[in-house]
């Protein structure tokens, strides 16, 4: 399995549920440990690396919710959608950049699945 981060990165949010979109561009810090979601594929918990509030939906409550997140929320993301910052030279790093050229986006999450995974 290849992955763009490792647990204690600093990454940019590159894509993100529809109605979570304004989350596109901040910096997260990313926690392990590392979990594979049935339907979204290797996920890492996030905690926002500045203390502005975070947008995220709340499947088990039902909505979309803003508020300030810490990694005891357990609000988790999924590795593709997070593009690593790291010092100039990481191979890793380099061939991410590139592909975030032709990965930013925003998903319509897919509820049906996220139900039957337990999500």
Not at 9 to 26: F, H, K, Q, T, Y
Not at 75 to 90: C, K, S, T, V, Y
Not at 104 to 119: F, K, M, N, Q, W
Request: overall charge negative; proline content about 8%.
């Amino acid at each position: 399995m290849k992955l763009r981060c490792r647990e204690g990165d600093l990454a940019l949010i590159i894509c993100e549920e529809l109605d979570c979109g304004v989350n596109i561009g901040r910096a997260v810090k990313v926690g392990g440990p590392l979990d594979v979601h049935p339907v979204r594929g290797p996920t890492w918990l996030i905690e926002p690396a500045s203390e502005e509030p975070w947008t995220y939906i709340a499947y088990t409550e039902g909505g979309v919710i803003t508020r300030p997140i810490t990694f005891d929320d357990c609000i988790e993301h999924p590795d593709a959608w997070l593009l690593p910052l790291r010092p100039g030279g990481d191979d890793l790093a380099e061939e991410s950049k590139r592909e975030v050229q032709r990965e930013i986006r925003i998903e319509a999450p897919d509820h049906d699945a996220v139900e039957e995974a337990g999500g």
